[in-house]
């Protein structure tokens, strides 16, 4: 009988460190080709706000990094992010998940030698709206 009291006690401490685990905040670093100007910064921007798991965004033109931390107990999925980066034009090359702050992330960031291509930029925000190809 002590053995089966232990065992449950073991089970229940597991379970309660996955549940809080699962509810952690996290951080979501992406690659994003094709944002090369402050109107394509805003536009992921406001699509990435928009969602209720979004806490912090931090987006880097120069590298072309696109960084969200999550709220606790919140999640957004690979495919949820892939959508609104393609739905607003551009082109998701990577996705790195992890426990680290958003400071991590601008320290990495500014750190890192990735140099994007000469993409070219042809936009016309006259209207105040996107138009053009990446």
Same mark, same amino acid.
């Given at each position: 009988?002590k053995?089966?009291?232990i065992?449950?006690c073991?089970?229940m401490?597991?379970?309660?460190?996955? &549940?809080? #685990?699962l509810? $952690?905040?996290?951080?979501?670093?992406?690659?994003?080709?094709?944002? +090369?100007? @402050?109107?394509?910064?805003?536009?992921i921007?406001k699509? &990435?706000k #928009?969602l209720? $798991?979004?806490?912090?965004i931090?987006?880097?033109?120069e590298?072309? +990094?696109? @960084?969200?931390?999550?709220?606790?107990?919140?999640a957004?999925?690979?495919?949820?992010?892939?959508?609104?980066?393609?739905?607003?034009?551009?082109?998701?090359?990577?996705?790195?998940?992890?426990?680290f702050?958003?400071?991590?992330?601008?320290?990495?960031v500014?750190?890192?030698?990735?140099?994007?291509?000469?993409?070219?930029?042809?936009?016309?925000?006259?209207?105040?709206?996107?138009?053009?190809?990446h």
């Amino acid at each position: 009988m002590k053995k089966l009291v232990i065992q449950s006690c073991v089970l229940m401490l597991a379970s309660s460190f996955s &549940l809080t #685990a699962l509810a $952690a905040a996290e951080s979501i670093k992406m690659r994003v080709e094709g944002m +090369v100007c @402050a109107f394509c910064a805003s536009s992921i921007e406001k699509k &990435l706000k #928009a969602l209720p $798991a979004t806490s912090e965004i931090y987006i880097n033109l120069e590298k072309r +990094v696109v @960084a969200i931390t999550t709220k606790d107990g919140k999640a957004v999925s690979d495919d949820e992010l892939k959508k609104i980066i393609v739905d607003a034009g551009y082109q998701l090359q990577s996705v790195e998940r992890g426990k680290f702050t958003m400071a991590d992330i601008k320290n990495q960031v500014k750190a890192d030698r990735y140099k994007p291509g000469n993409e070219t930029h042809q936009h016309d925000h006259k209207d105040g709206k996107h138009h053009g190809k990446h």
